[in-house]
Structure formats: C-alpha cells, structure tokens
C-alpha cells in the first residue's frame, strides 16, 4: 500500500481518490477551502461535482497540507492550471528528493506558455514529473466506468510506478515517453473543444465538428512537433482520444462554455454560466503566444484567440476559416 496525496479537491481529484482507495492506498486530499473540506468529510460526497457519489470513509480531506503531505510516496497535483505555479511554492517545504509528481491538471501557463512539468521542476527542480491524462471525465471514472489514459514522462520506471498505481480493471495506463507531446495534445484538446461548442452554438451539424476536430488535431500535431513531440503521441490517447471525449460530451466545460459564446454570450458571461474552472480560454492565450513563437499556421487558434480576446463575431471567424486559400491536406502535417 502506497500514501498518495493528492491537492486539489475538485472533481477530479476527488474521483481520483476514490480509484486510488478502491485500489488500496492511503489517500489524502488537500483543498485550500475549509468548507469544501468539511462537505467532502461530513457528507462523504462532493455535493456540486459529484452528485450520488459516495466516497469511501477512509478517505481523508484537510486543509493542513503539512498532514497532506506526511509520508506520502506520490504526490497528484490536480487543480486549476494557473494556480500550478503557487501550489508548487506551497508544496516545496514538503516535498523529497526525486519525488513522483503526477500531473492530473490540464493546461498552459498563460503568462509564459509553460507546459505544467516546467512550471512544476521551475519551482521544484529535483522531482520526476508524470503527466496522467487521455479521455477521462471525472464523472465516469467516479462510477467506474471503462477508462483508458497514459502515464507519459521522460523517466521510464516512474512512467511504470505511476501506470501501477492507477491501473485497475476499470482503469487501463499505458505508458509514453513524450511528455511534451502528452501535455500540448492535452492542453490544446480544451480550444478545440471550446470550438466545437461554438459550432453547436452557432447551430452547426455534424459535418462541422468532424472537420473542425481533425483540422485541429492537425494543427495541435503541427506546434507539438516544433517543440520536440512525436507525432505519433497526436493519434493515441492524449492526442485525438482526448480531443474526441471533450468534443463530444456535455461533461465537457470547454464545451459547455462554447456553446454559451455561440449563442451570443460573452466570455465572462459564459464562465459565470458553467461555475468551474474553464482551461481552454487561458490555453488559448498561451498557444496563440507559442504559434507566434515558433511561427507555426494554427488558424482556428488564431480564430479562436480572436473570438475570446478580440471580440470578433463567431460567425465572422468562420467564415474567414472557411474561405482560406487552397491547401493540400496533408503537404504540412508530416503525417
């Protein structure tokens, strides 16, 4: 049995922690909201994000991150990925040497476009990061259904540890070694997915979505590689598998809070609707600044920073996707 503490009480940490007890570790979770804590301990369910979900007794939520942290062989960092940053300056007093740090968050720093691992070892130098990500909504995996992910990091056997932690037989982990690639394909699924509500907004069908989501796949694949990712990373999990389950459910925020700016609802407008963290609109930031940087053709990116900072019409940014120049599919991808 392993001591895994996890920060960040939301619904994914809290579904996380509910796999990793089903699994037979000592699991602790960290918020920075005493009320939050007091639900999650007196009422054993996370009233807003998890309805029915009953989490087990042994489960223990706190607030004190020094009893968090206390003996624990992993650590799960899974809040808002612009919080990242401070989380990590919170965590340092606390942390061991070659720690296993497993990266649950899904993001871009906005401020500098640091993928998560780098804001993690920028602040904490001398841990191993792991990124867990692929298709997972918090909700199915809290009622155990079949879900698939990859444990992606530079180092081989923390990539294994983390995969035989989590793995039961409603979670499979495979294991990657391109961590770039496994945190743009995750990051950059968030826009696509806030396009696509936008698309449902707007009214569009289904021939709208499927070409959006491979067009954005394609361009997703297109900056990864510039910075050092494998192409192939963009066509298992955390690439199109990601892309595709936030496209194409209601559990999707980013989806969500498209659907809300396609209607005609402003951005703040939009997140005040959904009531949760919404990544895609600081992603979206973050990428525009990185295709810039690597001068790299993202033009639903660029459509899309457009439309969320700009103030351009949905429709309008549509139109001048649609009406580009002629293009060979595939002349630029690679693939």
């Not at 793995?167 to 826009?191: H, Q």
């Amino acid at each position: 049995m392993s001591v895994v503490s996890i920060i960040g009480a939301g619904s994914w940490g809290t579904s996380l922690s509910i796999l990793l007890n089903k699994n037979g570790h000592d699991v602790r979770v960290w918020s920075l909201f005493q009320d939050e804590v007091d639900m999650l301990n007196d009422e054993r369910e996370h009233k807003k994000n998890l309805p029915g979900v009953r989490i087990p007794e042994s489960v223990i939520f706190t607030t004190n991150l020094k009893d968090c942290l206390d003996g624990h062989n992993y650590i799960v960092i899974v809040v808002p990925s612009q919080v990242v940053r401070e989380t990590c300056r919170l965590l340092k007093p606390y942390v061991y040497k070659d720690d296993i740090v497993i990266i649950c968050s899904k993001g871009l720093e906005e401020k500098t476009g640091m993928r998560l691992s780098e804001v993690i070892l920028s602040e904490i130098s001398d841990v191993q990061p792991v990124a867990l990500y692929g298709p997972s909504h918090a909700e199915e995996v809290a009622h155990g259904i079949p879900t698939t992910v990859v444990a992606a990091s530079s180092n081989r056997d923390a990539a294994i540890e983390v995969q035989d932690l989590f793995m039961s037989p409603a979670f499979r982990v495979y294991t990657s070694s391109d961590l770039i690639g496994a945190e743009i394909g995750s990051a950059l699924k968030n826009i696509i997915a806030l396009c696509g509500g936008i698309c449902d907004g707007l009214g569009y069908g289904d021939n709208s979505k499927a070409a959006l989501i491979t067009r954005g796949i394609t361009e997703i694949a297109r900056l990864g590689k510039a910075m050092g990712a494998s192409s192939k990373t963009f066509a298992g999990l955390t690439g199109i598998g990601d892309i595709i389950v936030t496209c194409t459910s209601n559990h999707s925020r980013n989806l969500r809070a498209g659907r809300l700016i396609g209607k005609g609802y402003t951005v703040e407008e939009a997140q005040n609707e959904i009531k949760m963290v919404v990544e895609g609109i600081s992603a979206t930031r973050a990428a525009k600044e990185l295709a810039d940087r690597y001068n790299i053709s993202m033009p639903i990116i660029q459509e899309a920073y457009k439309i969320l900072f700009e103030g351009k019409q949905c429709k309008e940014a549509v139109y001048d996707l649609m009406t580009r120049s002629r293009k060979h599919e595939t002349e630029d991808t690679g693939w």
